[in-house]
């Protein structure tokens, strides 16, 4: 699934170089760092709600930050938390249902605080620009590493691009509740004045050492997954990478589906990496048509290889069950230039793509990625009619 910074999933961690490299290490070794510290008790409703508004009203509009250059040039994957529901499909779907009843105990000031930490996107930069602080762990336990590497392995073996320099990266809410790292966020990521960046980390790790966020571990605020293609920015190396969040990992979990869900969202998010590698991106589409072109074809990709006796080998009939509910995610928004393309439209993508395995006459083959490709491009007109 591959989007703007403002979308969703899977990315490619970083190198720091130069200047901003020496920011980012002042910035960890700021006063703010004891976490307990600066949890000492929870906000009121009234503080939550002052706190929410002070966060909107800090955060920057102008195009100097280092968030700001980020957006400009890095394309992002699937912010799932922020997908339109399809027209045709049913809004009270099983993960909705399930994301919506964790927050059931939140009152309005909790949401209105929830949405302005998010709108800083935390969790994104930090995963895009400090990699290596994310651990190597994949779920709230771990739960889902082994799924999680082992799949990675597979599909570098699996598909005939250079594997090599792809950095697979958990996105983890803990973050959130580490004064340090909140500090080096605001301070670094936005720019604001020292001052201002330590008590604002130390107003949020407050604000978020409660139950009710799971202190930081909300699937609300990790319900991502993106890919990232690399870049360099004044002051960053940024390299490719997947980033997978804990929150849409759980999510699915919750709903009965560990067995596919961290293999069928790493499959999609690798195969906008196949399409970086092949320059597959490079289209006459414009537009939402120019996106539902290649996040079709992704799902493809990931249907080829999640079924192929040489990818994941796994039941096509639990894949299209997964399919069924994940897709429940995707929009018709038809004029948006994030656009994934319907729930029907996708589903047919998938059923194409596992037909190329079903169909073929040498079921050990694995077909080159351009060719699979091409054959995608003829098929495109039926799929999304």
Not at 57 to 82: E, F, H, M
Not at 156 to 184: C, E, H, N, Q, S
Not at 208 to 221: A, T, V
């Amino acid at each position: 699934m591959k989007k703007s910074l403002a979308g969703s999933a899977v990315l490619l961690t970083l190198v720091l170089a130069g200047g901003l490299a020496g920011n980012a290490a002042q910035a960890s070794t700021s006063p703010a760092t004891s976490q307990t510290a600066a949890a000492t008790q929870a906000l009121s409703p009234e503080q939550t709600s002052a706190l929410a508004a002070k966060l909107n009203a800090l955060r920057p509009t102008g195009g100097s930050t280092l968030a700001a250059q980020l957006n400009a040039q890095v394309a992002i994957d699937d912010d799932l938390s922020a997908a339109v529901i399809p027209t045709a499909c049913n809004p009270s779907t099983p993960v909705r249902d399930w994301a919506a009843a964790q927050r059931a105990d939140w009152t309005a000031a909790d949401q209105q605080f929830a949405d302005a930490v998010n709108s800083f996107q935390p969790l994104l930069y930090d995963a895009l620009l400090w990699p290596q602080d994310a651990g190597s762990t994949f779920g709230l336990t771990g739960e889902f590493s082994t799924d999680i590497t082992h799949t990675f392995r597979d599909l570098g073996r699996f598909w005939d691009i250079d594997p090599a320099g792809i950095r697979l990266v958990p996105m983890k809410g803990t973050m959130l509740t580490d004064p340090a790292r909140m500090y080096r966020f605001f301070h670094v990521v936005y720019g604001l004045p020292d001052a201002i960046s330590t008590s604002l980390a130390a107003e949020v790790v407050t604000g978020m050492n409660q139950p009710k966020f799971d202190y930081g571990n909300h699937p609300y605020f990790s319900f991502n997954a993106f890919a990232y293609p690399g870049a360099v920015i004044p002051g960053f190396v940024v390299p490719k990478m997947i980033v997978m969040g804990d929150g849409v990992l759980e999510a699915f979990k919750a709903i009965g589906y560990s067995d596919v869900t961290a293999q069928a969202i790493l499959a999609h998010e690798y195969g906008h990496h196949v399409q970086f590698q092949d320059n597959l991106f490079a289209s006459t589409l414009t537009g939402s048509e120019a996106s539902r072109r290649t996040e079709l074809m992704a799902d493809s990709f990931a249907a080829y290889f999640l079924t192929h006796s040489r990818g994941d080998a796994l039941q096509y009939k639990r894949i299209q069950q997964f399919d069924q509910v994940f897709f429940q995610l995707g929009d018709c928004g038809f004029t948006n230039l994030s656009h994934h393309g319907t729930h029907t439209q996708r589903l047919r993508a998938v059923d194409w793509g596992y037909s190329i395995v079903s169909s073929a006459p040498n079921q050990g083959h694995i077909m080159p990625s351009r060719t699979f490709a091409g054959l995608f491009e003829t098929q495109l007109p039926a799929i999304v009619a």
